[in-house]
């Protein structure tokens, strides 16, 4: 498929990041234009945004709010627009959410992680499948960032473990769904990476047994992350 393998000139790979504004977002699409792609960064704050890709060439900033389907819409059509194509969708951005156990969450919180990390994985995704579907030539990839949540919980985040599941349920039908089409779907499910969102982890967080224990993190991309 043309564009895939991230060339150097005017065929260069090009992929959407969303989440882009910081952590591993910030990291993959940093990597991504130094290896060679046209890479579209998507996240809520223009200014991150801008110090990710730090005045690289072949970069597109698109400020986007994924829970709202006008801006996922948007993003995509100045994508298209843009490079004429959508060759991958890296699904990265999400949120923890709080700290609770299922009786103790409030809907408010709960509709606002399903908003995140799992509607907005969904918007975006439709979105990329329906370019992906129209252009010649047909296809493209869609890779979805779940989390070892999606295989075993921590305690008190019952909102990030479900939608991480769900996004497994997602990833699957994508994939089953897009395979007349060209496009895959597939899911990577990140140990700890040093984040601003995992910060905690490097002082002890609590544990399935009731005890708060450090956890090792991955640093690379906590580097990476800084502007």
């Known amino acids: 498929m043309t564009g895939t393998g991230g ?20 990291a993959v699409a940093r990597e991504l234009l130094d290896a060679g792609w046209r890479v579209a960064v998507a996240g809520r704050r223009a200014e991150a945004l801008e110090q ?8 597109l900033v698109v400020p986007t709010d994924i829970t709202v389907p006008s801006q996922v819409d948007d993003l995509f059509s100045t994508v298209t627009r843009t490079w004429g194509r959508v060759d991958v969708l890296f699904n ?27 509607t907005g994985s969904m ?3 439709a979105a990329a499948v329906r370019a992906m579907k129209s252009q010649t030539p047909q296809g493209g990839r869609i ?4 989390s070892v949540s999606a295989h ?21 039908s994508i994939s089953l769904d897009g395979r007349g089409f060209g496009v895959t ?3 990577i499910d990140i140990g700890n990476t040093a984040t601003e969102l995992t910060a905690g982890f490097t002082t002890g967080t609590l544990q399935a047994d009731g005890s708060t224990r450090v956890e090792p993190v991955l640093v690379e991309v906590m580097y990476s992350s800084l502007p």
């Not at 990710?52 to 970069?59: C, H, I, K, L, N």
């Not at 951005?93 to 990390?117: K, M």
Request: net charge positive; with cysteine.
């Open 143 to 146: 890779i979805n960032n779940g």
């Open 185 to 187: 779907a597939s899911q």
């Open 7 to 26: 060339p150097h000139g005017p065929d260069a790979g090009i992929i959407v990041v969303t989440g882009a504004g910081s952590g591993i977002g910030r």
């Open 152 to 172: 075993a919980p921590r305690p008190a985040s019952v909102a990030y473990t479900a939608m991480k599941h769900a996004i497994t349920g997602l990833t699957k």
């Open 123 to 125: 918007l975006c995704a």
């Open 52 to 59: 990710s890709v730090e005045g690289r060439p072949r970069a």
């Open 92 to 118: 990265n951005a999400g949120a923890f959410g709080p700290r609770a156990t299922v009786d103790e969450i409030s809907i408010q919180d709960w509709n606002d992680v399903v908003a995140v990390n799992l």
